[in-house]
RNA sequence: CGGGGCGUAGCUCAGUUUGGUAGAGCGCUCGGUUUGGGUCCGAGAGGUCGUCGGUUCAAGUCCGGCCGCCCCGACCA
């Protein structure tokens, strides 16, 4: 390798090269032989996997179950919801032929499952007592895209779609904030990634749905990336397949129904929350390797004495549930390791060397501050604890540093001449009294959307920046991955 | 789907202008050396030059078709 093959470019010089290379060499995905595809590698879909576990225990913690439906879906169920239909009919993957005969009815690769849900929750429902259904599903599904990126948009992706049916029209408005409210804790607490939770502009909605909620975070290059949905798809669904019950007064009514996704996208969201120019920088709840021992020794002996106690630490470590990794490795130096796991994101480095078997310490270096000022000897006594804080402060810390960036890039503007700088480097928060015709033409002008109305709304009202007419809302535009 | 770039060793690429025996660095294997910030030295293995066809005594190199990838735009979780 040369040294422009060992050194990341920088994330200010190419914001997307440097994105691509960390996912690629920092072994968490590569590209599959079709266009668009990815193949996950073991230390990404570990990632996953603890991102699944944290979103899982909140599902379940609400009531939901989780189920699996069938990946291929009737043609004829797409397009018995018009606007689902619409929106969705351009990037289906269709299947003709199966076992060597051409299809009667051509069948769908499911780019979402509302309909084939729609479809079982009208068999599975007479009563208000089968209300609420509560399920979710961890599956894959496929969306033909024209333009693909790794983690952020594939052909198939990974992702849990979750999909609820009720009796009432509260009860459905209740449980879409309570999922993105799940989003939203699991993001910020588990991922550090300081999202703001909104509700999406009509031209943004799913298609099919009456509200979309979104948890939308902003990237390093101060592009929004929307992280997480929560949709509510009011009676549309339900009148598409026949959602039907009788209620207590035996009066037969159509339900209401939820669905609500984050995909392995969100990966892409922490990558480009926290990564700095050397690589990842993984929060440490969800790191796959919270600690990376590093033994450094020159001679057999020194090797004798320092590889035990490595183990032994990493042993000790793991009882109290921490996630370590030993890097054993004998033909690679301590510096290239160093470099390794730095590009892997690992939150905390462990090193221990003949002095430090001596001495009865360990240097430990922590990820998200490089260099001398990250690294500290402690003593071996207490060690645990000493590293469980210290894991729970990079956690802090990348919260943090990850709110301070968004909030200084994030501007509150008047006019539309401050608008465009706003969105050249970040969001603009406004009031916003305008229509669909309006967001699109600041679209063709800016590449800026609108990315949420934010929950969180100041009250009163103002004056809408760009029609100048009274304003309600607040309003998040920025450009969108 | 439009515009641009590119396809040569596992990776990054040179060689194509001017056709004439397939190259480098990194990685990999072996031996030694080194190890607290990407060690160094030596020996080796590894390629139907994306693919199909054409021109030619001769094609990685020239011509044509096809396939694929990356970047930018429109579309999108």
């Known amino acids: ?3 422009k093959d060992k050194k990341l470019v920088s994330r200010r010089e190419d914001f997307n090269e440097w994105y691509n290379s960390v996912v690629l060499r920092a072994d968490l995905a590569d590209y599959g032989p079709v266009r668009g595809t990815m193949i996950v590698k073991p230390y990404g879909w570990a990632l996953w996997e603890n991102i699944q576990q944290a979103l899982d225990r909140r599902f379940k913690a609400t009531g939901v179950q989780n189920a699996g439906f069938p990946m ?52 599975w429902v007479q009563s208000y007592r089968d209300l609420p259904i509560l399920i979710n599903l961890w599956n894959s599904v496929v969306r033909w895209e024209l333009r693909t990126k790794l983690f952020l948009r594939t052909l198939e992706f990974y992702w849990q779609e979750g999909h609820t049916a009720h009796a009432t029209q509260a009860e459905a408005d209740e449980r879409t904030r309570m999922m993105l409210d799940v989003y939203t804790d699991f993001a910020v607490n588990e991922a550090a990634v300081p999202v ?73 969201a922490i990558i480009m ?24 020794y020159r001679k057999d002996e020194e090797k004798t004495a320092v590889l035990p106690t490595a183990m032994r630490i990493q042993n000790e470590l793991m009882a109290a549930g921490i996630r370590v990794k030993l890097d054993d490795r004998d033909n690679l130096t301590p510096g290239y390791k160093f470099n390794d796991w730095e590009l892997r994101g690992v939150p905390v480095r462990l090193e221990i060397g003949p002095r430090d078997v001596e001495k009865h310490s360990v240097a430990l270096a922590r990820r998200d501050m490089p260099g001398r000022e990250g690294k500290q000897f402690v003593s071996q006594e207490g060690l645990v604890a000493t590293v469980q804080t210290l894991l729970t402060e990079i956690q802090a810390n990348l ?64 004056v809408c920046f760009y029609t100048g007419k009274p304003a309600h809302r607040i309003a998040i535009f920025g450009r969108a991955y």
């Open 273 to 296: 929350t926290h990564g700095d120019d050397q690589g990842l920088i993984l929060p440490p709840r969800l790191a796959p390797y919270q600690v990376v021992i590093v033994p450094i």
């Open 196 to 268: 703001i939770p909104g509700e999406k502009s009509e031209m943004e909605r799913f298609a099919g749905a009456d509200q979309t909620l979104t948890i939308e975070a902003m990237m390093g290059d101060g592009k929004a990336l929307q992280s997480g949905t929560s949709h509510n798809l009011g009676q549309n669904f339900a009148r598409a397949f026949d959602i039907q019950f009788l209620d207590q007064n035996n009066v037969l009514q159509y339900a209401w129904t939820t669905s609500w996704g984050l995909s392995t996208r969100f990966i892409g």
């Open 1 to 3: 390798m040369t040294d």
């Open 399 to 462: 919260l943090a540093r990850a709110t301070q960036f968004r909030d200084a890039n994030t501007h509150d503007v008047r006019d539309y001449e401050e608008f465009k700088t706003a969105v050249e480097t970040g969001f603009a928060r406004v009031w916003w009294a305008g229509d669909n015709q309006a967001e699109m033409q600041i679209k063709q002008e800016t590449k800026a959307t609108i990315r949420c109305f934010p929950l969180a709304q100041p009250g009163g009202s103002g």
């Open 72 to 123: 291929f879906i009737p043609m004829s169920f797409l397009q018995k919801e018009a606007k689902h239909v619409e929106g969705f009919a351009p990037e289906l993957a269709v299947v003709t032929h199966g076992g060597g005969q051409e299809l009667g009815e051509p069948i769908v690769v499911r780019p979402t499952s509302e309909t084939i849900i729609g479809h079982t929750y009208a068999n």
